[in-house]
């Protein structure tokens, strides 16, 4: 149960690691919450998995929902969707979470916390999340020998009494995530933990 638990945590936490999302937290330089369309991001996960997505820029009729293919070793890719890019909306688009993610987005709040309720994995539940995200500071990352001078955002989610921790690095000037740390434990998988190894935009 535990197992199956933590695989749907890490589904949804993913949508801000593994998809390499970007950031609108960093939206004050930005006049949207979604990248550019044509941006092409390569990342490598902790395992040498490497993962690439294609973004769309924003959905013309829901502009904090952003558009990215996703592809993975060569195969064919997904199509994915992610309110403010932070968070899957399909599983987490509720009244709730839009409004905390909007409060952090325009700083407005920091921390904001938000639950969302959903079916695990393979059926069992529902189960609450439970989410915090806050702003941790800035760092200095290289991404193919460019400096990006990234902020720091912590994800926390909590569920049943467990709780993991994946930090962020969030480029301001692209809204990209640039690398993602879950800590080296067991409650996210470590496709969780990647960094960014080219950016290209058409």
């Known amino acids: 149960m535990r197992d199956c638990m933590v695989s749907q945590i ?3 936490a993913a949508v801000v690691m593994l998809c390499c999302a970007a950031s609108p937290v960093l939206g004050q330089k930005g006049s949207s919450v979604c990248p550019t369309a044509g941006i092409t991001v390569t990342i490598r ?7 690439v997505n294609v973004y769309h820029g924003a959905d013309p009729a829901d502009p904090v929902v952003c558009l ?15 309110l403010y890019n932070i968070v899957d909306a399909k599983t987490n688009d509720t009244p709730e979470v839009r409004a ?17 309720t959903r079916m695990s994995g393979n059926g069992t539940g529902p189960y609450t999340y439970e989410n915090t995200l806050r702003r941790a500071g800035h760092e200095i990352i290289s991404v ?11 994800l926390s989610i909590s569920v049943n009494g467990m709780t993991g921790t994946v930090r962020l690095w969030s480029d301001p000037l692209s809204r990209l995530i640039v690398k993602s740390d879950a ?17 290209t935009s058409k």
């Open 10 to 12: 890490c589904r949804v």
């Open 45 to 51: 996960t902790a395992s040498a998995i490497e993962v």
């Open 68 to 82: 990215l293919t996703q592809s993975t070793g060569g195969t064919s890719g997904s199509d994915l969707r992610r």
């Open 100 to 116: 905390a993610l909007q409060a952090f987005v325009s700083g407005r709040m920091d921390p904001v916390r938000f639950t969302n």
């Open 144 to 154: 193919a020998g460019k400096a990006i001078d990234a902020d720091i955002i912590d």
């Open 183 to 199: 800590g080296g434990g067991s409650f996210f998988p470590t496709s969780s933990t990647w960094q960014a190894i080219s950016i």
